[in-house]
């Protein structure tokens, strides 16, 4: 059996490498490094895979999730209500910003921001709402956008984890993650589900005015060389991240189908086993049963594949996974309002129920699209072994 990687970036390398050896050296021949053809084609063919009519590169999600926030025009003192249970970029911008974050708890079964609280928390303050795409299933996009649609608020989908993932509307319609709010960011770091081999970034919208002024955002302000007609930064995706990303977008739907079924033979492996709640794929997002991983869609990607551990002492289990030559993540151990750059004194734990018991209990085992069945069979038979013994 080969090393067990959290991801295995070499292996996926190793398939496409021809392709993208050219790619890179071709771009290295035309010396066309900052804004060539390699970003300009990248962007058109990520707008035709998403269907959406603007995708803006940028150096990376962190840059893409607050020049969105610029491009709405959002001013200090705004507040921004997002999930209590996600990685820190998705609050850090909206704190650069001099925005209020208000953090808000999120779904048992999911993971994903529970709309409920989204509307306790509202204020006449409140002008957007960051719904994160956990581990690459959709949040409840129906609930967020009536939410929003009657509070005339804006919807900034983060989509670091979500990308290729789809939801399904009550109404039947369905459409990519990262394409349903007002405006939406991603990330292409290297893990991610289409990652390139540095940093990179892009921003989508279907508004073309907002278009156009992140357009600007992007490159110092500028639509015209020297002429600084918007307050920008510097945030551009360089063009050979853009090629290698170009080699692996046609793979894309192939490599979160190879996630989807490692998941499910996860799934298999372990969803009877006492002390272990498998991962749920929610039905309302693809129209199937619910917790069933879905062959017809792609309601989930599985950006991460993370357990609940309970009455079973979580980190023992990832010390004695880490023992056996196994990696594995707890995605995240402390909640963003615990955290000393964003405590608040608003905030009261009993509104944080659900965040404080999954923080206790989640824990990520290796996800991505190079499993094979000896490395699922010996990292589910370590922790049944560890559980039942």
Do not use: W
């Amino acid at each position: 059996m080969k090393k067990i990687q959290m991801v295995d970036l070499k292996g996926q390398y190793e398939r496409i490498k021809d392709r993208i050896d050219a790619s890179v050296l071709d771009v290295i021949d035309s010396t066309a490094f900052i804004n060539g053809p390699e970003v300009h084609n990248f962007q058109k063919e990520l707008e035709a895979y998403l269907d959406i009519k603007h995708v803006i590169p940028c150096a990376n999600g962190t840059d893409a999730l607050q020049i969105a926030m610029m491009g709405l025009g959002l001013k200090p003192g705004d507040e921004v209500i997002t999930a209590d249970f996600t990685f820190a970029a998705t609050v850090e911008v909206i704190a650069l910003l001099q925005l209020t974050p208000v953090l808000v708890d999120v779904e048992q079964d999911s993971f994903n921001i529970d709309p409920d609280a989204i509307r306790k928390a509202i204020t006449p303050n409140t002008k957007a709402i960051v719904p994160v795409h956990l581990f690459g299933q959709a949040a409840n996009m129906d609930a967020i956008m009536a939410i929003a649609e009657e509070h005339d608020l804006y919807v900034i989908e983060d989509n670091a984890q979500g990308i290729g993932s789809s939801y399904k509307f009550a109404d039947g319609k369905t459409a990519k993650t990262g394409t349903i709010g007002h405006v939406s960011s991603t990330s292409f770091f290297p893990s991610k589900n289409l990652g390139c081999y540095g940093d990179g970034g892009a921003i989508f919208t279907n508004d073309d005015e907002l278009a156009h002024t992140i357009r600007g955002i992007v490159n110092h302000g500028m639509y015209k060389r020297y002429h600084h007609d918007v307050v920008g930064v510097n945030s551009r995706l360089d063009s050979i991240q853009a090629t290698i990303l170009r080699a692996k977008l046609p793979n894309l739907d192939i490599y979160n189908n190879a996630r989807r079924e490692a998941a499910r033979k996860y799934n298999k492996a372990l969803e009877s086993i006492t002390n272990i709640i498998t991962p749920k794929v929610k039905g309302n997002n693809c129209g199937t049963t619910e917790d069933t991983i879905c062959d017809t869609c792609n309601c989930h990607v599985f950006h991460q594949y993370t357990l609940r551990v309970i009455n079973t002492d979580r980190d023992q289990l990832a010390a004695h996974l880490n023992e056996k030559g196994i990696p594995c993540g707890v995605y995240y151990p402390i909640p963003l309002h615990s955290q000393k750059a964003y405590r608040d004194d608003r905030y009261d734990e009993e509104d944080f129920m659900v965040t404080n018991q999954l923080i206790k209990e989640v824990i990520s085992l290796p996800m991505h699209t190079e499993l094979d069945d000896d490395q699922i069979d010996f990292i589910t038979n370590t922790i049944i072994n560890f559980i039942t013994k």
